[in-house]
């Protein structure tokens, strides 16, 4: 009986705090306004309530645990900080539409997508520029318009898995891709 009451309490806690956030009224330092996707933009607590502010509309329902990209999502979003762009969600999902109630209206990153590859890409490439990309080893330039970005970049991580890997283990990388695309035309011209 107190296991329950106290897994009530903790949920009813939990949830008069997430309300509190989503619209914005709650007491001076009751809560940390601090998640890791904005820490690293505001450095006062007026700062952080304007991110949150800004981002409120996706965080109201991107808190849900039944969604893919979850809160986990928002708040790991730390890495692509900007002074530009701060790290509002819809600098790299597109402006405010009509989601939810059109999908097609929030850039989602992936190739089932309504939204071109390009498109999708020159997102990411407004702040990673071509010129920066280039100067490390660059394969990007072969993959640029058929590729998405994300297709090897984890966009929702403190980091990217692909970045720091040693050259020979990422060739290994293509080559599972690319041996793919080898036997699917081996495939097809048998047939």
């Known amino acids: 009986m107190v296991v329950i009451f106290g ?16 619209l914005g009224s709650y007491p001076a330092g009751s809560i ?12 006062d607590d007026a700062q952080m309530a304007v991110l949150i502010k800004e981002n409120k509309r996706c965080i109201r329902c991107h808190h849900k645990p039944r969604l893919i990209k979850g809160i ?28 939810p109630k ?16 390009f498109t999708q890409n020159k997102q990411c490439i407004a702040c990673h ?9 660059w394969t990007h330039d072969v993959h640029a318009t058929k590729l998405l970005c994300s297709t090897c ?12 890997i040693d050259k020979k283990i ?15 035309l081996k495939l097809r011209l048998n047939n």
């Open 72 to 99: 986990e999502a928002i708040t790991s979003v730390g890495v692509h900080a900007s002074s530009d762009f701060y790290n509002n969600c819809t600098a790299c999902h597109g402006p405010k539409g009509e989601h």
């Open 32 to 43: 940390d306004l601090k998640p890791k996707a904005f820490s690293s933009q505001a450095s």
């Open 129 to 137: 520029s071509p010129d920066h990309l280039r100067s490390s080893e």
């Open 153 to 164: 970049h984890s966009l929702h991580r403190e980091f990217d898995p692909i970045i720091g």
């Open 7 to 22: 897994r009530f309490l903790f949920q009813l806690l939990l949830c008069l705090t997430l309300l509190s956030l989503l």
């Open 170 to 184: 990422r060739i290994g990388l293509c080559r599972t891709c690319h041996e793919a695309i080898q036997r699917a």
């Open 102 to 117: 059109r999908s097609d209206a929030i850039i989602s990153y992936k190739i089932q997508s309504e939204i071109s590859v």
